[in-house]
């Protein structure tokens, strides 16, 4: 079974703070994903990664940063922590040995609240 | 315009009822049409993908993808309280990043 393990299930910091949130997969997946999850907004990607190293942004990365050291953990950064920022944070991570279908395993999700 | 459109609910309806849960794309080129599954305080997780056009059908679900009217569906059968979640729709194309809609909170009442 896939499992992605993201580090916190609540966080609550102060606005300014840098906020580490952290995700590990355990199946050898090239694919590592960050997205945001909003009422009314759905998810919406902020970075992804195909490779150690390697770093895209998604659509909305403004105010974050990633990091992938090695290959089953990635990481998101937010620098200087806002209000806005305040949402569940959701992990996935998929294969490419399954053609184009990549299916994303997600992870259980981070709720983070910026006072 | 959002690429994917999904009604966000909420949804109550009878156990045993026909659930019928829908999104509306925009970009023709999506070729792989998913639905994903998520129950409170967890992440999503897939519950079926249909590739082009056409129905697939799994227990009591059923896809349908009608790419000349760019609308997919999901539907459940003998709906349970069981089923109770938020349902995803999420659309991509070759080796291109998943578009989700906005997903539709679904109350199955006992």
């Known amino acids: 079974d896939v499992k992605v393990t993201q580090s916190s299930r609540y966080l609550v910091k102060r606005t300014g703070e840098k906020v580490f949130l952290e995700c590990v997969q355990d199946?050898?997946?090239?694919?590592m994903f960050w997205y945001r999850q909003d009422p009314g907004l759905g998810l919406r990607l902020i970075y992804f990664?195909?490779?150690?190293?390697?770093?895209e942004k998604g659509d909305i990365p403004e105010g974050y940063s990633v990091s992938r050291e090695k290959k089953e953990r990635f990481s998101l950064i937010l620098e200087s922590a806002s209000t806005n920022q305040t949402s569940m944070y959701l992990c996935?991570?998929?294969?490419?040995?399954?053609?184009?279908?990549?299916?994303?395993?997600f992870g259980p999700g981070t709720r983070l609240t910026v006072l | 315009q959002k690429e994917v459109e999904q009604d966000p609910g909420p949804l109550s309806v009878p156990e045993g009822a026909i659930v019928s849960l829908n999104c509306t794309y925009s970009?023709?080129?999506?070729?792989?049409f998913m639905w994903y599954r998520q129950y409170s305080r967890k992440g999503p997780e897939l519950l079926m993908y249909?590739?082009?056009?056409g129905n697939k059908e799994d227990g009591r679900f059923t896809a349908q993808v009608d790419k000349s009217s760019k609308y997919i569906s999901l539907f459940i059968r003998d709906s349970q309280p069981s089923d109770s979640a938020t349902y995803l729709c999420?659309?991509?194309?070759?080796?291109?990043?998943?578009?989700f809609g906005t997903g539709t909170r679904l109350t199955i009442i006992p």
């Open positions: 996935a991570s998929s294969s490419n040995r399954q053609g184009h279908l990549n299916e994303q395993f």
């Open positions: 199946m050898d997946h090239e694919n």
């Open positions: 990664s195909y490779d150690v190293k390697m770093k």
């Open positions: 970009n023709s080129a999506f070729q792989y």
């Open positions: 249909t590739y082009s056009s």
């Open positions: 999420a659309m991509k194309f070759g080796n291109e990043k998943l578009t």
